[in-house]
């Protein structure tokens, strides 16, 4: 009598190969999940950077929270305005999903060390790149 179906043999080597393939593939997945979560911390404060230029031009200020400047930043980041006066401004943005990295950037006078990890004015700095 001949049974139909797969051997013990088969079966093991068809979960070997997809065990492959997972220890492939989930690293390669976090990866991208890290880079698009970065992209989304640079976009929102790029975004902040030009919404400030245009709360300066009406109020001669910039603005000391995202609140008011009306923004509305992407889903659980955070934006934090750690500085700003009438001459300048810093902000870092921070996720959850990112647990040792963020992204900074200041404007003007404001002081580089309110906007962690960001050296130069005007430009996005991340502590991954």
């Given at each position: 009598?001949?049974?139909?179906?797969?051997?013990?043999?088969?079966?093991?080597?068809?979960?070997?190969?997809?065990?492959?393939?997972?220890?492939?593939?989930?690293?390669?997945?976090?990866?991208m999940?890290?880079?698009?979560?970065?992209?989304?911390?640079?976009?929102?404060?790029?975004?902040?950077?030009?919404?400030?230029?245009?709360?300066?031009?009406?109020?001669?200020?910039?603005?000391a929270?995202?609140?008011?400047?009306?923004?509305?930043?992407?889903r659980?980041?955070?934006?934090?305005i750690?500085?700003?006066?009438?001459?300048?401004?810093?902000?870092?943005?921070?996720?959850?999903?990112?647990?040792?990295?963020?992204?900074?950037?200041?404007?003007?006078?404001?002081?580089?060390?309110?906007?962690?990890?960001?050296?130069?004015?005007?430009?996005?700095?991340?502590?991954?790149?």
């Amino acid at each position: 009598m001949k049974r139909a179906g797969f051997t013990l043999i088969e079966l093991l080597i068809v979960v070997v190969v997809i065990g492959i393939l997972a220890a492939i593939a989930i690293p390669k997945y976090n990866s991208m999940r890290d880079k698009a979560l970065l992209s989304a911390l640079r976009s929102d404060l790029a975004n902040l950077a030009i919404t400030q230029e245009a709360y300066y031009d009406d109020n001669y200020v910039y603005a000391a929270n995202t609140t008011s400047l009306g923004m509305t930043v992407t889903r659980d980041v955070s934006i934090a305005i750690n500085e700003s006066t009438s001459s300048g401004w810093a902000a870092t943005a921070t996720h959850p999903g990112l647990a040792s990295d963020n992204c900074g950037i200041y404007h003007g006078n404001a002081s580089s060390a309110n906007a962690s990890p960001a050296t130069q004015p005007g430009i996005i700095y991340c502590t991954k790149n």
